[in-house]
Antibody, heavy 118, light 108 residues
Framework: EVQLLDSGGGLVQPGGSLRLSCAAPGITFSSHVMHWVRQAPGKGLEWVSAISTRDVTTDYADSVRGRFTISRDNSKNTLYLLMNNLRAEDTAVYYC???????????WGQGTLVTVSS | DIQMTQSPSSLSASVGDRVTITCRASQGIRNDLGWYQQKPGKAPKRLIYAASSLQSGVPSRFSGSGSETEFTLTISSLQPEDFATYYCLQYNGYPRLTFGGGTKVEIK
């Protein structure tokens, strides 16, 4: 069974906005900490953001703080990432990932590609 | 912020070889470290958590060790399906995570 399904990626101009979604049909969504992790073309993995189980705590990488907003809707089993003021260097495959408290992510989405270009 | 330095960045090995990958943390992280395998075009897969706990379903040829600032991932006998890129991940600053730079394991 598929645990996480990323969507919402696409081509956007610099300065534009995009909202990613992650549906979680295969996990007990409300009990998992959720993360966004990205991977630029040919590069390594970079943690982007995380949100606690009840939307109380959020954290961001310095590279996206102030531009990206993570949120979740436990009633819809869905995670979001609103990305504003996008830059060329935000071009990457974005993965959502879930983890149990104080453990590293175990389930991952398939990834959604975000391309920032004019 | 905690930095993770992974080495080597790449290696060539043959089927049956013993392979060791190292990760160093910029400060002590207890045993809050995981190891992941990623194949081209695929999401990462968790192999190890808590430095040495084997993820369910992962072959026993994979093992992890270490604590605080020095960690290793060992593949005792490399198999064809093990050719991939491996990443360490620290989660001591939870929920903030930091990945190592990755090690690409290629066929010799």
């Amino acid at each position: 069974e598929v645990q996480l399904l990323d969507s919402g990626g696409g081509l956007v101009q610099p300065g534009g906005s995009l909202r990613l979604s992650c549906a979680a049909p295969g996990i007990t969504f409300s009990s998992h900490v959720m993360h966004w992790v990205r991977q630029a073309p040919g590069k390594g993995l970079e943690w982007v953001s995380a949100i606690s189980t009840r939307d109380v705590t959020t954290d961001y990488a310095d590279s996206v703080r102030g531009r990206f907003t993570i949120s979740r809707d436990n009633s819809k089993n869905t995670l979001y990432l609103l990305m504003n003021n996008l830059r060329a260097e935000d071009t990457a495959v974005y993965y959502c990932a879930s983890s149990q408290w104080l453990l590293p992510p175990d389930f991952w989405g398939q990834g959604t590609l975000v391309t920032v270009s004019s | 912020d905690i930095q993770m330095t992974q080495s080597p960045s790449s290696l060539s090995a043959s089927v049956g070889d013993r392979v060791t990958i190292t990760c160093r943390a910029s400060q002590g992280i207890r045993n809050d470290l995981g190891w992941y395998q990623q194949k081209p075009g695929k999401a990462p897969k968790r192999l190890i958590y808590a430095a040495s706990s084997l993820q369910s379903g992962v072959p026993s040829r994979f093992s992890g060790s270490g604590s605080e600032t020095e960690f290793t991932l060992t593949i005792s006998s490399l198999q064809p399906e093990d050719f991939a890129t491996y990443y360490c991940l620290q989660y001591n600053g939870y929920p903030r995570l930091t990945f190592g730079g990755g090690t690409k394991v290629e066929i010799k």
